[in-house]
């Protein structure tokens, strides 16, 4: 590989050192009618490049206008689309589209030099199968030059195998994208950009054969945007490199945080729960300094303050203060999300809560065991005073009182006079 | 300011920054049109009511002489048998479309930019042609910094929402390349979308007629339309002249200048 093309291959998949990219396909106004994410598109990628994307795809006259916010070293590649088709705008009985198109056009626009010229990190190209054989060879015949061309100037070719037309079925697609994917690599493609087959094993398969980077993409937009993450998630389990999604990102409500989920999954490996935890996600972790506790226990009032108004003593409190004997020093019991409680639950009553990252009961699960009261290695598990009744109207004499960290901001280390109990540090949680 | 930018002032009003144009390159296609028959006769008079001239690349040199108060040039880039009917001397079997100058020539001609149809409701081909040139021409154009106006034509059989068409010919001009669009007045809604996608790209609009356009042509200035783009027609106007000079008033805000107290002397 010349250095040229490793250079912008680096750009595209190395951005995080991880052999990954999250691209946004934005590339629509040039192929459909126009739609609100045609409109808004300086809007939506504003958006995206807020949310850390690594490339985006342009037609090239957005390629030119849009530029300068590709700008600098933090900036995300630019993709160009090279050549054109009407696939969107197919058919004489789709009254939706303002000039309804009868037959599939597929077209080199411009050439490799030209979308170097353009500022492009990569281009993108389609492969027509099963429309029919000339379509498919002039597809042959455009991916073949696109290819020499981009080999000459180091720039990546990232070919797009689409499964579309007559011959297409539903049991045959994945085998024609399989064909299609191989048929790219074999004409010289530097990447793919390819529909995910459905499920993990075909596209292993096909990543598997096709040895060269994959961006899945993510079709016609979902309503929700679970479906697209886990779409992503399940692409990357397949060993792709990432995705090049369009409509699920440029029609998202939230571009930018949707853009912030997938690089979450893609480059800090999170779950897809983990994920969709993007913006509220303030995971704390409380730590001590011993030496700094006077033994006042002005932590334990506040917790039982700001959680058991009107009940009596602190032994509801979700943290204690014991004296060490042989120091003569206190020492600060709270949880520390070590997770054991929520190992040992039969009935996985616990859980992380997803917006604070505390314990979470769920009393509808608890059955009152009490295993997560013994195996609290701090403990500060405790029975509560009271039952409760759960949603079917069974009733439980107590439930585990378990610290919720205030909801991310735990009274404890606000009322601390010496700073003793503190906030160290933000923690992963697998 | 670059050298592209620096051109497509060249057919602004620097006092309010809106445009009028005047295209007369249908005769390319059309022949000698009402009004239009001896070119350099019946153009010359309005050079200084208008701020840009749309020619073909063999009339350009008819219009040397131009003061600074008259009109840009923009050369038509291309040719096309769409604008004419089935009474035309000579039908369409088929439609064609196709490039007469490159950008480099347009700009040794001495053009303020380049002019493109885009063609819509053809047989794909058609459509596909179009965008090729206007990101050709575009990438051309940028290269020497000489502005591409995109010239949306939705006037072919296979045109289903005529508003809708317009749009998607504007989305095409901009995603191609463009450095401004030149519309048919879609109505309010259309419009609007069309002033959003392009962001602040200037967009000129043609009214439907030259007489009755008074409203369009305001709702359209309202919305954020640069200017008036007309075409051939107006010169079948009795008066075009006086046609255009009332147009011209009409998106030109009326300037006046208060008198002060005399002084006695």
């Known amino acids: 590989m010349g250095a040229g093309l490793q250079s912008r291959m680096d750009r595209l998949f190395n951005r995080h050192g991880d052999g990954r990219a999250v691209c946004v396909a934005a590339d629509h106004g040039y192929m459909s009618d126009v739609t609100t994410n045609v409109v808004n598109l300086r809007t939506i990628l504003d958006q995206v490049i807020q949310g850390g994307v690594d490339g985006v795809l342009l037609s090239p006259g957005q390629a030119v206008r849009l530029a300068p916010q590709f700008q ?86 990232i070919m797009e195998p689409l499964a579309y037309g007559g011959q297409v079925t539903g049991t045959n697609i994945v085998e024609i994208l399989t064909l299609g994917a191989r048929m790219c690599v074999e004409l010289g493609a530097d990447a793919l950009k390819i529909p995910y087959t459905g499920d993990v094993k075909s596209f ?84 001590a300094h011993p030496a700094k506790c006077t033994g006042c226990d002005l932590c334990v009032t506040a917790c039982v303050a700001s959680h058991d108004r009107g009940s009596y003593g602190t032994h509801l409190a979700r943290l204690s203060i014991t004296s060490a004997s042989q120091s003569g020093g206190h020492k600060v019991m709270f949880c520390t999300l070590c997770k054991k409680c929520l190992e040992v639950c039969p009935t996985d009553a616990l859980r992380w809560h ?15 065991c009490g295993d997560c009261v013994d195996v609290c290695p701090t403990g500060v598990i405790f029975h509560s005073d009271s039952g409760i009744h759960t949603s079917s109207g069974e009733y439980l004499d107590w439930y585990p009182i378990v610290c919720d960290l205030c909801a991310g901001e735990p009274e404890c280390t606000r009322v601390c006079p010496t700073g003793a109990i503190f906030i160290a540090e933000r923690v992963e949680l697998t | 300011m670059d050298s592209k930018t620096y051109r497509i002032k060249e057919f602004f009003n620097p006092a309010d920054q809106r445009s009028l144009i005047v295209d007369t390159s249908a005769c390319l296609s059309l022949g000698p049109l009402p009004g239009l028959e001896i070119f350099k006769q019946d153009v010359k008079p309005i050079l200084h009511l208008v701020d840009g001239v749309v020619t073909s690349p063999g009339q350009v040199q008819v219009l040397s002489g131009r003061t600074h108060k008259d009109a840009a040039l923009l050369v038509r880039a291309d040719w096309t048998n769409a604008m004419r009917g089935p009474e035309f001397v000579l039908p369409p079997d088929k439609i064609k479309h196709i490039t007469l100058i490159n950008a480099s020539q347009a700009l040794e ?35 020497i910094g000489l502005p591409l106006i995109i010239d949306v034509q939705p006037i072919g059989e296979r045109v289903v929402l005529q508003s809708k068409a317009v749009e998607l010919g504007a989305s095409y001009g901009l995603e191609g390349g463009a450095d401004g669009i030149a519309v048919p007045w ?8 069309i002033i959003k996608m392009a962001a602040g790209m200037p967009v000129w609009v043609k009214p439907r007629t030259i007489d009755n356009a008074q409203n369009e042509i305001d709702e359209a200035l309202q919305l954020g339309a640069t200017g ?14 006086g046609r255009i000079e009332s147009l011209s008033s009409q998106i030109y805000p009326a300037i006046t200048i208060k008198e002060g107290p005399q002084e006695s002397l």
Request: charged content about 20%; proline content about 4%.
């Open chain 1, 204 to 287: 292993r398969r096909l990543v598997e054969m096709a040895d060269v980077p994959v961006l899945v993409l993510g079709g016609a937009r979902s309503e929700y945007e679970r479906d697209a993450l886990e779409l992503f998630s399940e692409g990357l389990e397949a060993r792709s490199s990432g995705c090049l999604m369009g409509r699920n990102v440029t029609k998202s409500p939230n571009p930018g945080r949707l853009i912030e989920q997938l690089c979450g999954i893609a480059h800090n490996g999170l779950s897809v729960d983990r994920a969709l935890c993007t913006e509220e996600w303030d995971f704390i972790r409380l730590k």
């Open chain 1, 72 to 157: 600098g070293r933090d900036g995300p590649a630019m993709i160009v689309r090279a050549d054109w088709m009407n696939m969107p705008r197919l058919g004489t009985s789709n009254v939706a589209n303002a000039v309804p198109q009868r037959l599939l056009v597929h077209e080199k626009i411009v050439t490799a030099t030209q979308a170097l010229e353009l500022g492009a990190t990569a281009i993108t190209i389609y492969l027509f199968l099963g429309y029919n054989d000339s379509i498919e060879a002039a597809g042959i015949d455009i991916c073949a030059r696109f290819a020499a061309e981009c080999r000459q100037v180091g720039l990546p070719c």
């Open chain 1, 354 to 368: 997803p917006q604070t990252g505390a314990v979470e009961l769920l009393v509808d699960n608890c059955t009152a």
């Open chain 2, 186 to 193: 879609p109505g309010v809604e259309s419009f609007k979308i």
């Open chain 2, 228 to 241: 008036l783009w007309l075409d051939e027609k107006v010169f079948a106007h009795p008066d075009a002249a």
């Open chain 2, 109 to 143: 001609l001495g053009g303020s930019a380049l002019v493109l149809y885009f063609l819509l409701g053809h047989e794909e081909q058609i459509e596909a042609g179009c965008l090729k040139m206007t990101v050709q021409l575009a990438i051309e154009g940028s290269q």
